[in-house]
């Protein structure tokens, strides 16, 4: 995406608040106005008041200068707060969408980035960019503007030297390309590093216990300081290119100024003017070079938010996740059919399912193992369409789940996983985790209940109302596993799916979560994915599965009686 894209997308977010930003425009330009009656005033003074003699009062200078910088700071504070208000409307704006766009992601994002830096996408850029953006384009409006008023006042007073100042102007035009393309590529290069330094911490901060496990504190701290000194290479790259252009472009102003106040003199000389005119043009002039300096600066903070601004946008584009269905199902029984099924993974050397056959009838508990690679997550992942098929259909309730809506397929599951994702707050608010009937206390009792948690939490100051922490951080393992359970619970979908949920757990955690497994039987579709077969022994149905295919099937007696793959691995944990 080019630069210039970035910023229509940008004005294409400043757009519903134009009323805002003409409001600021205006009390900017009104402020500007003022400044020519500053150097108009020193010339009334000088011609009447030492030339002439006074011929009003001396108490009303003070008066009238205090009055000019009061009126002058209310109309740029005024401006200033408006269009402050006007971007960070923008930064939400564009927060909301960014948002909207990470949740809406497709799940390929996800392997892609890191939640550093979506953070960092989401939350910094938007506001970095759009107060940089802001400040500049304050900074653009008054500068701009009081520079215009300011040469107009020039050329009233003696329009021959205010011609001349306008020679200068070609030598900072090519003085500020020159430097454009280099600013530019050390920019991109700037932000492309910052974004893998967050990314280092991103990993540290997710994978702290690894990192001190594998005693690499050290490896870590090098990683950081040889991506942190690329990163500090990169901004004085930045910096030494920019900083080019303030001293050229004042020696240059300095050119043009010398020329113009020799010129003037010597008009002074020759009586072509009064002395008064001299000082109130020499003043004006010299305050357009404040202004014109701030004008020569400017280029760098707008391409470096324009640069993060652009980073913002590429994550806004990420392709959403394909929902194409048109059909709803209030009301699910839990019957699922997997007919010649095939999942290819972009870049995998071969498919992920081939050919894979099941029928899971409601209210069976069907079991799925084997080794790692054999498949097993990816029929979890086909069946709630976060893996999209190539070949054949997955049914549920003899509906192709393609044809339904996302919302409308994924209402009828709950997901209890190995890796417990917890939301920072309260056990109630976890266990009714965005259910659109909000946190039904009696209802969350029950389901702390069902998942035998509910003795720790009634023994908690809190309760149910007692905060969890980070990703339940102030829970052991197999209490974080039970949440996960009544958050399902709480749900209260026709199908569960327990993937690896106990193969992290202490045997009487373990025993619990079973027991929770056996009151669900029956009652709900169970599909369970499990190394360890003490988990799955009872179910109605256990897959082997390999290479993305079942190779054996039948009950837990039925399978140790064919003396299989399944036998096998009875021997070995029974082994163990």
Not at 101 to 106: G, I, L, R, T, Y
Not at 538 to 544: E, G, R, S, T, Y
Request: with cysteine; proline share 4%; charged share 20%.
């Amino acid at each position: 995406m080019q630069l210039s894209d970035t910023a229509k997308r940008l004005l294409d977010y400043a757009r519903p608040h134009w009323r805002m930003f003409g409001a600021s425009l205006l009390f900017f330009i009104l402020g500007a106005a003022v400044e020519p009656a500053i150097p108009a005033l020193f010339k009334k003074l000088i011609d009447s008041g030492f030339q002439e003699g006074m011929r009003y009062p001396l108490w009303i200078v003070p008066i009238i200068i205090i009055g000019l910088f009061a009126i002058r700071g209310t109309f740029n504070f005024s401006g200033t707060y408006v269009m402050t208000s006007a971007i960070t409307s923008v930064v939400l704006d564009l927060r909301r969408h960014l948002m909207r766009a990470v949740v809406k992601a497709d799940a390929k994002l996800f392997t892609n980035i890191s939640p550093g830096i979506a953070v960092t996408k989401v939350i910094n850029d938007p506001q970095m960019a759009s107060q940089i953006l802001g400040s500049s384009l304050i900074s653009v409006i008054k500068d701009a503007t009081t520079l215009f008023f300011l040469v107009c006042y020039l050329v009233y007073l003696n329009w021959q030297l205010t011609l001349i100042t306008f020679m200068t102007l070609p030598l900072l035009g090519l003085t500020i390309k020159l430097v454009q393309r280099r600013v530019n590529k050390v920019g991109a290069a700037q932000y492309e590093s910052q974004q893998r330094l967050v990314g280092t911490v991103d990993d540290n901060a997710r994978a702290w216990r690894v990192v001190r496990t594998f005693d690499a504190a050290d490896f870590e701290l090098q990683r950081f300081d040889d991506e942190a000194y690329v990163h500090r290479r990169m901004m004085m790259k930045q910096v030494a290119t920019t900083s080019l252009v303030t001293p050229i472009s004042q020696v240059v102003a300095a050119i043009g100024v010398s020329i113009i106040i020799t010129l003037a003199l010597w008009q002074a000389s020759k009586g072509s003017s009064t002395v008064g005119e001299f000082v109130s043009f020499v003043t004006a002039l010299l305050m357009t070079i404040s202004p014109m300096r701030h004008l020569t600066d400017i280029y760098q903070p707008i391409s470096g938010a324009l640069i993060t601004a652009r980073g913002a946008f590429e994550l806004m584009n990420t392709p959403p996740e394909p929902d194409d269905g048109t059909q709803d199902m209030p009301h699910s029984k839990g019957d699922i059919v997997f007919d010649k099924v095939w999942v290819e993974y972009e870049g995998a050397p071969y498919p992920a399912l081939q050919g894979f056959d099941l029928h899971i009838p409601a209210g069976k508990t069907v079991a799925l193992v084997g080794s790692s690679g054999a498949g097993k997550s990816t029929v979890i992942n086909s069946v709630l369409r976060f893996a999209h098929t190539s070949k054949g259909e997955i049914r549920l309730d003899g509906t192709p789940i393609e044809s339904l809506k996302l919302a409308a397929l994924r209402r009828h599951f709950a997901v209890v996983s190995q890796d417990i994702v917890l939301f920072d707050g309260s056990i109630a608010s976890n266990v009714a985790y965005a259910s659109p009937e909000g946190v039904n206390r009696d209802k969350v009792e029950r389901c702390l209940k069902a998942a035998n948690l509910w003795p720790h939490i009634s023994s908690l100051p809190e309760g149910m109302d007692a905060n969890i922490g980070t990703n339940g951080s102030k829970l052991s393992g197999g209490q974080r596993q039970r949440l996960a359970i009544a958050r399902a619970l709480y749900r209260n979908a026709a199908i569960w799916i327990f993937d690896e949920a106990t193969s992290a757990l202490d045997s009487e955690s373990e025993s619990i979560v079973q027991r929770s497994i056996e009151d669900l039987r029956h009652a709900k579709t169970l599909i369970l994915i499990a190394h360890r077969l003490s988990t799955i022994k009872n179910a109605d149905l256990i897959c082997v599965m390999s290479e993305g295919r079942i190779v054996e099937r039948g009950t837990h007696a039925e399978l140790v009686a064919q003396n299989g793959l399944y036998a096998g691995m009875v021997r070995i944990q029974a082994a163990d």
